[in-house]
């Protein structure tokens, strides 16, 4: 069953990835300023939605975790984390790329990109500290915290960055009352937005996997070990 | 489509698949040696 | 651990051990006001017997304004708008030293265990300590406060008490978070490196907050609507992060 979604999951990034791209590139107009450079927007905004909302869902998922001790939570927490994270240096990376053709460059000290590079400080500590407890439940206990303080601090360091350096090109979302990019290219960010989304649910549903059998690893050598 | 930056735009493109590409390789790298524990761990009990 | 500190040790364990004749169904505020106070005691006490934390911290934060000066031309005017900056990596990289301690020095001979089998719940203990902290802080900082606006040519007593605000502010953030996370890493391999890399982001936006503030004051330039905002923002800070902290605190130290 968990196999079945799995590949149907797959089937659906692949056929939404092919389309997007393909739209991406032939069908999309011109961008009059930035050439080609804009369409890397496609990639780096999903990617910003998923990194910051994994961020979220796994300080939930940690919360739950610190409330029942089931372990099974803490596996989801610690698969998001590490999927937000990969998604995340996918912003950082493109971001940079991106600035170095607009702004001239490599990074500049703009809001967001300033917001997601401490958000990927504190989870890769939340990652850094996991490797280095072995005893699962303490690991589970521990790390839930930092996510939590991880968490609450990602959305007080997104507002409080906002705040002190507004550089970044302002919200060309029209949802929040931006503009100026070529027509089809939100919808397509959007499309790119699903497609990324089921690519994070493999993800995470494979990672979570891996997590379960380190723990059932860990009970059959104590078992072995008990003899 | 017009080529100006079309450079910096393959990099970008290139850079966020190769990201996920050494993501994937990682997981299943991991995989790998999950197998390979949970093999050699099993055998273990076994021979109790 | 040295008998000044087990003598501190056992005067707390004999306060807590009034509790025991008490039935365990909760405490009073009371009650729990002076177990933070006994524990907080316990290590000041301690500390201020020794002064190890304290010098080492000072000494600290006096060197790196030595190596500041070296980093940048010191007697440049540009070095107004980075002072705020400065002064605050100062207090962090020193206060961590102290905050490292914090648990650390509870290891030794099972104290922690010893506090934590004692009736006072964990949230006591660890204000406790965030109050010995803080103190150890604030002392720190105001020994190096004179030091660096003499190395670096700054007037510090033209907004004097917003700085003060400023720095209790800042140090309570730098204090909560350093505790837990102190609590945190009590037990890990590798405790000194996870402090500082697991404290110093989710600081930023406290950091960020006292460096603008303090930056203005050391310019002259008063607390008005411009720099109420990091204000307000530090103290959301520490009231989330205070409750955040007490709410966890049972799930880091007992499980």
Request: glycine letters at 6%; aromatic letters at 12%.
């Amino acid at each position: 069953m968990r196999d079945k979604i799995l590949y149907a999951l797959a089937a659906i990034a692949a056929v939404l990835l092919t389309r997007n791209l393909y739209t991406i590139f032939f069908v999309l107009g011109e961008e009059k300023n930035q050439g080609a450079i804009w369409r890397i927007f496609e990639f780096h905004f999903p990617a910003g939605i998923l990194g910051l909302m994994g961020f979220i869902v796994a300080t939930v998922f940690s919360v739950v975790y610190l409330i029942t001790n089931d372990l099974r939570y803490d596996a989801i927490a610690a698969a998001i984390n590490e999927v937000s994270l990969m998604f995340a240096a996918i912003v950082l990376v493109t971001g940079s790329i991106w600035a170095r053709i607009i702004w001239g460059v490599w990074w500049a000290w703009e809001a967001r990109l300033t917001s997601m590079l401490i958000c990927w400080l504190i989870f890769a500590g939340y990652l850094m500290l996991r490797r280095a407890i072995d005893e699962p439940t303490q690991r589970a206990r521990l790390s839930a915290v930092v996510c939590i303080f991880g968490g609450v601090d990602a959305v007080i360091v997104y507002k409080s960055i906002e705040w002190y350096r507004t550089l970044h090109p302002g919200p060309v979302l029209t949802i929040r009352g931006g503009g100026g990019m070529p027509p089809g290219w939100q919808e397509t960010a959007y499309w790119n937005l699903l497609a990324m989304t089921c690519l994070a649910i493999i993800l995470v549903m494979v990672r979570m996997r891996q997590e379960t059998v380190s723990r059932e690893i860990d009970s059959l050598r104590r078992l072995a070990h008990s003899f | 489509m017009d080529n100006r930056n079309f450079l910096y735009m393959f990099y970008g493109f290139l850079a966020a698949w190769l990201i996920v590409i050494l993501y994937v390789v990682l997981l299943a790298m991991r995989e790998r040696k999950l197998r390979r524990e949970l093999d050699r761990v099993r055998q273990m009990v076994e021979k109790r | 651990m040295p008998a000044s500190e087990q003598r501190a040790e056992h005067s707390a364990q004999q306060s807590t051990a009034a509790f025991r004749a008490e039935p365990a169904a909760g405490i009073t505020l009371t009650q729990f006001t002076q177990l933070i106070w006994t524990i907080a005691a316990k290590d000041l006490r301690s500390e201020l017997r020794t002064k190890e934390a304290i010098n080492a911290s000072v000494a600290f934060s006096i060197v790196i304004l030595v190596l500041f000066s070296f980093a940048f031309d010191p007697s440049s005017e540009q070095l107004q708008e980075f002072s705020g900056g400065l002064l605050w990596l100062v207090f962090s990289f020193a206060g961590a030293l102290v905050l490292n301690r914090s648990f650390a020095r509870e290891t030794q001979n099972d104290c922690l265990d010893g506090l934590l089998a004692s009736p006072a719940p964990a949230s006591a203990l660890f204000l406790g300590k965030s109050l010995a902290n803080f103190v150890l802080l604030i002392v720190v900082e105001f020994v190096s406060l004179p030091v660096f606006a003499l190395f670096y040519n700054l007037h510090w007593s033209g907004q004097f008490w917003p700085l003060v605000l400023v720095m209790l502010l800042g140090t309570w953030a730098l204090t909560m978070i350093g505790t837990v996370f102190s609590a945190l890493t009590v037990n890990l391999r590798l405790r000194e490196l996870m402090l500082p890399t697991l404290v110093y982001p989710l600081m930023i936006p406290a950091l960020m907050s006292a460096m603008t503030l303090t930056t203005d004051f050391l310019s002259g330039i008063p607390l008005g609507p411009d720099n109420m905002i990091w204000v307000r923002l530090l103290v959301a800070f520490d009231f989330i992060f205070t409750a955040v902290s007490i709410a966890v605190i049972d799930s880091v130290l007992v499980g």
